[in-house]
T-cell receptor, first 114, second 115 residues
Framework: NAGVTQTPKFRILKIGQSMTLQCTQD?????MYWYRQDPGMGLKLIYY???????DKGEVPNGYNVSRSTTEDFPLRLELAAPSQTSVYFC?????????????FGQGTRLTVV | AQSVAQPEDQVNVAEGNPLTVKCTYSVSGNPYLFWYVQYPNRGLQFLLK??????LVKGSYGFEAEFNKSQTSFHLKKPSALVSDSALYFCAVRDERTGGFKTIFGAGTRLFVKA
């Protein structure tokens, strides 16, 4: 049982390049989330999904896109990377939201845009 | 609007001493409260949560937290700190009326335990 797996762990992008951050979970969780973590700022929700085929914006969605074609996978797409997107990105999943279930996090992707 | 505050950027404590990491919150309805820990180069790991019931909740690694509704606080505590407890700790709150995607995280408090 691997939990939540993110790839890659590190990446350096040039301004204007694009990339996809991969996230997969093997816990059959319906709910998945993408967060970014900036120093001293805690975690900010980028996008979330409540099930396959359903996604919605979080607090800071600009510059990102997501898709959820399967229960397991929730990739995050960065188009036209900008220095402001330099951050650590975390994918998370949970079994439900209405009953106070905790989230399980991946190990993170450290992205630098230069 | 939901919010959560961790007033201390860093907490320093000697090994063997009790530790407290503070958290206050603001929600419209009843809160669901969580503590997570993050070790270097790792994702967040769940420590404990308060949903309802006893105000003192116990979690992993000997940590506990006390829910205080009148003070809107959920401080994390441990009776005797270990050097291995040194990490970044996040408090999070979820309003029961808005669901899980509205979980708000604090900015984090770095705990440093000195041997």
């Amino acid at each position: 049982n691997a939990g939540v797996t993110q790839t890659p762990k590190f990446r350096i992008l040039k301004i204007g390049q694009s990339m996809t951050l991969q996230c997969t979970q093997d816990m059959n969780h319906n709910y998945m989330y993408w967060y970014r973590q900036d120093p001293g700022m805690g975690l900010k929700l980028i996008y979330y999904s409540v099930g396959a085929g359903i996604t919605d914006k979080g607090e800071v969605p600009n510059g990102y896109n997501v898709s959820r074609s399967t229960t397991e996978d929730f990739p995050l797409r960065l188009e036209l990377a900008a220095p402001s997107q330099t951050s650590v990105y975390f994918c998370a999943s949970s079994g439900s939201t209405g009953t106070g279930t905790e989230a399980f996090f991946g190990q993170g992707t450290r992205l630098t845009v230069v | 609007a939901q919010s959560v505050a961790q007033p201390e950027d860093q907490v320093n404590v000697a090994e063997g001493n009790p530790l407290t990491v503070k958290c206050t919150y603001s929600v419209s309805g009843n809160p669901y409260l969580f503590w997570y820990v993050q070790y270097p180069n790792r994702g967040l790991q769940f420590l404990l949560k308060y949903i309802t019931g006893d105000n003192l909740v116990k979690g992993s690694y000997g940590f506990e937290a006390e829910f205080n509704k009148s003070q809107t606080s959920f401080h994390l505590k441990k009776p005797s700190a270990l050097v291995s407890d040194s990490a970044l700790y996040f408090c999070a709150v979820r309003d029961e009326r808005t669901g899980g995607f509205k979980t708000i995280f604090g900015a984090g408090t770095r705990l440093f335990v000195k041997a």
